[in-house]
C-alpha cells in the first residue's frame, strides 16, 4: 500500500522560513517524480514544484521561484520543501505527490497517481 504523508505545516510570520517534509511507504520514489502542490479554499490545486526522478533536477511554479527548494532523499523514501521569505499569499493546504508521467506533464495534478493528505501552512502578517 502506498502512503504519502507530509509533515511540518504550520503558523508563520511573513519572511520566515518552513521546511516541510513528506515520507512515502511502499513506492520507490527513485522511479517517480515527486512534487508539491497547495490549495486554498475555492481555488484549483496550485503546482508548487517538482523533484523530477530520479532527484537530479527540480521545477518550480513561477510565484515560488527563487524563494522554494525542493530536494529528496531516495533511500529514505522522504521530500522536502523548503520555503523561505514566506508571504500571506503562500498560505495553503500543501500536498506531496507522486508521478510516473513523461517530464512533459509533470506541472499537472491530474498526472499524480498517490497523493498525501496535506499540511496546513499559514502566513501572517
Known amino acids: 500500500q502506498v502512503q504519502l504523508a507530509e509533515t511540518g505545516g504550520g503558523l508563520v510570520q511573513v519572511g520566515d522560513s518552513l521546511r516541510l517534509s513528506c515520507v512515502v511507504s511502499?513506492?520507490?520514489?527513485?522511479?517517480?517524480?515527486m512534487a508539491w502542490f497547495r490549495q486554498t479554499p475555492g481555488k484549483e490545486r496550485e503546482f508548487v514544484g517538482v523533484?523530477?526522478?530520479?532527484?537530479?533536477?527540480?521545477y518550480y511554479g513561477e510565484s515560488v521561484k527563487g524563494r522554494f527548494t525542493i530536494s529528496r532523499d531516495n533511500g529514505k523514501k522522504m521530500v522536502y520543501l523548503q520555503m523561505n521569505s514566506l508571504k500571506p499569499e503562500d498560505k495553503g493546504i500543501y500536498y506531496c505527490?507522486?508521478?510516473?508521467?513523461?517530464?512533459?506533464?509533470?506541472?499537472?495534478?491530474?498526472?499524480?497517481?498517490?497523493w498525501g493528505q496535506g499540511t496546513q501552512v499559514t502566513v501572517s502578517s
Open positions: 505527490a507522486s508521478s510516473p508521467a513523461e517530464l512533459s506533464a509533470i506541472r499537472r495534478a491530474d498526472m499524480y497517481h498517490y
Open positions: 511502499g513506492l520507490p520514489i527513485i522511479n517517480y517524480h
Open positions: 523533484s523530477s526522478r530520479p532527484g537530479s533536477n527540480a
